[in-house]
């Protein structure tokens, strides 16, 4: 049974425009390998309200998808040990 999820990460920029640009990439292919993307919306690069590892800003990014029930425990796994990954949060939508 899937479900629709979102998930909201917050990117370090401080490692440049294509390294934030392939972090993207691989969370959307990591999805892909068992559900589909939805959405992605960039919600830009915004001051952090404290910092997180050294990091003053963060660049947001919402992504919409479709996955089993038990892909984002998986996923938050994944992204535990991603390096540039400053926050996430995965939610399910609905019900």
Known sequence: MANQYQLVVV??????EEAVNALVESIQ????QVGTVDAL???????????????KEGTYYKVR????VEFPRE??????????????LVVRIGE
């Open 11 to 16: 990117l370090d920029p401080a490692a440049g």
């Open 29 to 32: 292919a990591k999805i892909a």
């Open 41 to 55: 919306d960039n919600l830009g690069t915004k001051k952090l309200a404290y910092e997180i590892n050294d990091a």
């Open 65 to 68: 998808f479709t996955a089993p």
């Open 75 to 88: 996923l938050e796994r994944v992204l535990k040990i991603t390096s540039g990954v400053l926050r996430f």
